[in-house]
């Protein structure tokens, strides 16, 4: 028995190492093709990237990136945490909150302090927690301070009470639901229903110019990619094998001695800023920050998308999420009126027929490649 655990582990080690291969390939090419296509190309040309589909696979990359967010914590360490969207709302509305008082005189109002929406709603001071956010490095600094201090406290409340199971998913679901009640609030100060909008530039760049489009584009790839390498070296350090031993068995993990609730509330930070991330350089691609991102369907749907790519790979994660959201995107303009069904079919098709996600199926087609030559040798 022991004999065939080298060749087990090999094996997956050889379908890991091929997904991430493929996935930092593809980033880096993205990175290159899609600015060449977009300035270089011209607009008259088949090849030609528009700004809307730059903007558009910008906004996929934000996806993948709040996807792996949630792998990190449900697929190493075994949390399903229905409440992911949130971090990725407030990171938004930090990035959003900046936006907006770049605006100044530019606005509809023109009050050089106030945003619009504040004026139309007659209040006569900014409040206390917009103080500051005129300052770039300020506002990324809140953008991760506060998703990760929700998620410490959050995380040190609950994991000390050792709530587990669906018990966990559905406090974390009220929490994205209770956030979602007060951000609709005129009173909280976040433009209510209509969010925050109307973005002029950022630190001194158009946001509607092509080339700020492009760059943007790229920085959101490359932070993808350092926040995949750095997941990666994570879970395959020691921290990540001791995350792996109490997510397999966490009674096991704490009689050897080992603090896991230390551990479980360091990773839940850890994959809250990375939401708190995606949610930052979501607000400028896409244009507008505004309630609707705390919905808790929204965190369901990124859980569907770790477990159609493959959660406990990290490159599953982001392959899902542009997988299902580039068929969002095709079903909604082909079948407007049956795009849910064809995207809940996709989900039970993979449910049942690929348990494992696309990433177990590379994973057993790479044991299968592996396993042939020794089966010949053999005979």
């Known amino acids: 028995m022991s004999s065939m655990t080298p060749p087990t582990l090999m094996n997956a080690l050889r379908g890991n190492s091929a997904g991430s291969a493929g996935l930092i390939v593809t980033l880096l090419l993205l990175c290159l093709l899609v600015p060449l296509l977009n300035l270089a190309v011209p607009e008259g040309s088949a090849l030609h990237a528009s700004t809307y589909t730059v903007t558009l696979l910008g906004k996929y990359l934000c996806y993948a990136l709040l996807a792996l967010s949630v792998d990190v914590i449900w697929g190493y360490c075994g949390i399903l945490s229905l409440g992911h969207g949130a971090f990725f709302a407030i990171g938004g509305y930090a990035m959003g909150m900046y936006l907006m008082r770049q605006i100044g005189t530019r606005g509809v109002y023109a009050n050089p302090l106030l945003p619009d929406f504040m004026v139309f709603l007659n209040w006569d001071h900014l409040p206390w927690y917009w103080h500051g956010m005129n300052h770039f490095w300020f506002a990324m600094l809140m953008a991760l301070l506060v998703p990760g201090l929700l998620a410490f406290v959050f995380g040190w409340l609950a994991f000390r009470s050792r709530v587990t199971g669906v018990y966990l998913s559905i406090i974390t679901q009220a929490l994205t639901y209770a956030l979602m009640l007060a951000f609709f609030r005129n009173e909280m100060g976040f433009g209510g229903n209509n969010g925050l909008t109307d973005y002029k530039d950022l630190l001194g760049f158009d946001l509607h110019h092509d080339a700020t489009r492009v760059v943007l584009f790229i920085l959101t790839a490359l932070l993808l990619l350092a926040a995949y390498l750095a997941s990666q070296f994570i879970m395959r350090s020691r921290m990540g094998r001791v995350i792996l031993a109490i997510r397999d068995g966490e009674a096991r993990a704490r009689f050897l001695g080992y603090r896991t609730f230390d551990y479980k509330v360091w990773l839940f930070v850890y994959s809250a800023v990375l939401a708190a991330l995606a949610g930052i350089m979501y607000v400028p691609q896409v244009g507008i920050i505004n309630p609707g991102e705390f919905a808790p369907i929204n965190s369901i749907e990124v859980v569907v998308w770790v477990a159609v790519g493959g959660r406990n790979t990290l490159y599953g994660a982001v392959a899902g999420a ?21 995207l809940g079919a996709l989900f039970v098709v993979v449910t049942l027929f690929l348990p494992k996600g696309l990433a177990g199926l590379l994973q057993r087609k790479a044991a299968a490649a592996a396993s042939t030559p020794a089966t010949g040798g053999t005979a």
Do not use: G, I, Q
């Open 322 to 342: 542009l997988l299902v959201n580039y068929a969002k995107t095709r079903f909604t303009a082909l079948l407007p009126d049956s795009w849910l069904y064809l």
